[in-house]
Structure formats: C-alpha cells, structure tokens
C-alpha cells in the first residue's frame, strides 16, 4: 500500500522516505527533454525541507532524491532548479514586501496632540491606490491609462511599408491613417 508522501513511477521504483528502491535493476530515470525526470520534485521538496531549517544545501537533496555525486554537485546549474529558486526568492521577496505594506497602513498618520502628519498620510494614500489597483484589479479598483498626444488625440501610429506588405495591413501609404483611407 502506498501513502500520499510515496511516489511510483511506472511499476519500477518507489521513492518513499527518501529511499529509493528499484525494483527491477534499471536505471529509472530518463530526461528526454519533453518529460520531466521524477528525481526533480523529490530533490526540491527535500530541498525546500531542509531550507526551512536553515540549512541551505541543494547537494545533499539530490543526493537523498536518488541523484548521482557528479549530477548532484551540479543539480543548482539545471534550468528547472533555477527557476524554482527564483519563483521562492520572489515569492520571500513579495511577502516581505506585504509585511511591509501591512505595517505601513497600520500606522497612525495623527500625533498625540492631534496633529495630523501630512507626509505619512500621503504614503498611506499612495500605498492604498497601490494596494487596490493591484490586489483589488479584479474586484473594480484597476486603473486606466489611455494614451494621446499633447492636444488629447489618439496617437498616430506609422507603420513601415515593408511592415505593412508584411502583415498584409491595409493601405499603402504609411503615412496614412485609417480615417484618410477611401472606402471600397
């Protein structure tokens, strides 16, 4: 019987606890470019672990996900391990920066003599647009941005003839706009 925690792949192995056993003497993994090799999840997930501990070593993980020395010592150079990395240094960068937020908000902006101090109630108001164009785009507080030209008219846009053969865009003059075209 196998728990949530196990993983099988295709009847041959079985990673569980972070022992790897193969059931038939091969080598179980492949990395073909179009699937994933198995051993990646296994490897962040004792990485990320052991990350939360304080202990920074990527080397160890792959060595316990069932990679060789020589792949282990360069598990941190593959694509897939960098990604990752980056998706959880911005995902520690962004909570930070919402406990930050969090705090700036929670500020009082009036004094004990009740004056009001105007410089933090203007970071208090730009980091609330902030907050709710971003977080609050979905629930109706987004923000339009439209651009003119300095009298307020939609800009012109020119486009090369050679772009417009190659798009096929109508018109042949590329300093025509649409509304100098003649009808059909």
């Known amino acids: 019987m196998y728990h949530s925690k196990d993983y099988v792949n295709s009847a041959t192995h079985i990673i569980k606890l972070g022992i790897i056993i193969t059931m038939n003497g091969t080598k179980p993994y492949t990395s073909n470019g179009t699937t994933k090799d198995p051993r990646e999840e296994v490897m ?3 990485y ?17 996900a069932g990679y060789s020395e020589s792949s282990a010592k ?3 150079l593959r694509d ?14 962004l909570s930070k920066a919402e ?6 908000l929670g500020y009082e902006p009036v004094d004990e003599e009740g004056k009001i101090d105007s410089t933090l109630l203007r970071v208090q108001t730009d980091v609330a ?14 923000t339009r941005n439209e651009l003119t030209d300095g009298e307020g ?10 772009v417009a053969d190659r798009f096929k865009i109508n018109g042949t003059d590329s300093n025509t706009t649409e509304d100098d075209q003649e009808p059909s």
């Open 44 to 46: 962040w997930s004792f």
């Open 48 to 64: 990320v672990s052991e990350l939360t501990n304080g202990i920074d070593n990527a080397y160890q993980a792959a060595i316990k």
């Open 74 to 76: 360069n598990v941190t």
């Open 80 to 93: 897939w391990f960098k990604e990752k990395l980056g998706k959880l240094k911005r995902k520690d960068i």
């Open 99 to 104: 406990k930050v937020l969090d705090r700036t």
């Open 129 to 142: 647009k902030h907050v709710t164009s971003t977080l609050g785009k979905n629930d109706g507080y987004s």
């Open 153 to 162: 008219k939609p800009l012109q846009v020119i486009v090369p003839q050679a």
